[in-house]
T-cell receptor, first 115, second 115 residues
Framework: DTEVTQTPKHLVMGMTNKKSLKCEQH?????MYWYKQKAKKPPELMFV???????INESVPSRFSPECPNSSLLNLHLHALQPEDSALYLC??????????????FGPGTRLTVL | AQSVTQPDIHITVSEGASLELRCNYS??????LFWYVQSPGQGLQLLLK??????LVQGIKGFEAEFKRSQSSFNLRKPSVHWSDAAEYFC?????????????FGAGTRLAVHP
């Protein structure tokens, strides 16, 4: 299995809602990533997990809360979002071999709309 | 600081014509370089990568790229474009950190293909 899956594909939520995005991979990768992509822009890194521990938080607002419950799963919990948070949220995973090139595999994304 | 520049925001070619997408990078050490393609509303798919060795790399879908250290460039080429190649193309440089690559993306080039 060489794919990263993301659910849901689309999500519409109000500013007071709490929702979660889910990402799963079964390639044995020990690094997982969340990216945010606005229309006509490149992806922007939000978080990196390595060995299920948060390694990078790119100064993301606390209304986004990542979680890595095991080596195959990555969640992004959303609470009190703003309309400007509407975007495509991409998950990726990669091996964690020190000193080696480690390709990132991307999921199809979750299209989030905040009303 | 690392950066990636894609000078062409939008390119239009005729089906069957050749294609070259430009990418320039700024990076202190030997870079890990990537080209990704993204169809509308989809995730990113890796076309090809370079991290050492032969400076001309072959990728999927008939694409190739040439690494030129003297010009800090990693241009993507295809000899004959197909209508299905219409998409957004991102060049990225990988900044290794503890085993994972932090990807820095260029702004992207949108390719349109005329029949």
């Amino acid at each position: 299995d060489t794919e990263v899956t993301q659910t849901p594909k689309h999500l519409v939520m109000g500013m007071t809602n709490k929702k979660s995005l889910k990402c799963e991979q079964h390639m044995g990768h020990r690094a997982m990533y969340w990216y945010k992509q606005k229309a006509k822009k490149p992806p922007e890194l939000m978080f990196v997990y390595s060995y299920e521990k948060l390694s990078i938080n790119e100064s993301v607002p606390s209304r986004f809360s990542p979680e890595c419950p095991n080596s195959s799963l990555l969640n992004l919990h959303l609470h009190a979002l703003q309309p400007e948070d509407s975007a495509l949220y991409l998950c990726a995973s990669s091996p964690l071999d020190r000193g080696s090139y480690n390709e990132q595999f991307f999921g199809p994304g979750t299209r989030l709309t905040v009303l | 600081a690392q950066s990636v520049t894609q000078p062409d925001i939008h390119i239009t070619v005729s089906e069957g014509a050749s294609l070259e997408l430009r990418c320039n990078y700024s990076y202190g050490a030997t870079p890990y370089l990537f080209w990704y393609v993204q169809s509308p509303g989809q995730g990113l798919q890796l076309l090809l990568k370079y991290f050492s060795g032969d400076t001309l790399v072959q990728g999927i879908k008939g694409f190739e790229a040439e690494f030129k250290r003297s010009q800090s460039s990693f241009n993507l080429r295809k000899p004959s474009v197909h209508w299905s190649d219409a998409a957004e193309y991102f060049c990225a440089v990988g900044s290794p950190s503890g085993g994972y690559n932090k990807l820095i993306f260029g702004a992207g080039t949108r390719l349109a293909v005329h029949p």
